[in-house]
Nanobody, 116 residues
Framework: QAQLQESGGGTVQAGGSLTLSCVAS????????MGWYRQAPGKERELVAA?????GPWYADSVKGRFTISRDKDTVSLQMNSLKPEDTAAYYC????????????WGQGTQVTVSS
């Protein structure tokens, strides 16, 4: 079993920046892929950015050029710049490997609120 712990959420004015971090602990051996999802009230959870083993980073169109995902061993970070009110959501760290059964873990989530 692996555990994911997010940090770094908060409230910021539009145009500001925040950095989210997610640290994995426990049995992290299968965590080949790591990424960030977000869910705004009344909306479905969506993938924001991900680092997939053997591939470059992936970004949703809505955050390209503003967000940067990075990974250092068992920590994945999301640098968010030029934040917009529509970025307001609960952000969730996800880690695992779709090719490995039962290797799919989620953090508890961290709230990001962008005021206009």
């Amino acid at each position: 079993q692996a555990q994911l712990q997010e940090s770094g959420g908060g409230t910021v004015q539009a145009g500001g920046s925040l950095t989210l971090s997610c640290v994995a602990s426990g049995d992290t051996g299968c965590l080949n892929d790591m990424g960030w999802y977000r869910q705004a009230p009344g909306k479905e959870r969506e993938l924001v950015a991900a680092i997939i083993r053997g591939e470059g980073p992936w970004y949703a169109d809505s955050v390209k050029g503003r967000f940067t995902i990075s990974r250092d061993k068992d920590t994945v970070s999301l640098q968010m710049n030029s934040l917009k009110p529509e970025d307001t959501a609960a952000y969730y760290c996800n880690a695992g490997d779709s090719d490995i059964i039962l290797c799919d873990y989620w953090g508890q989530g961290t709230q990001v609120t962008v005021s206009s």
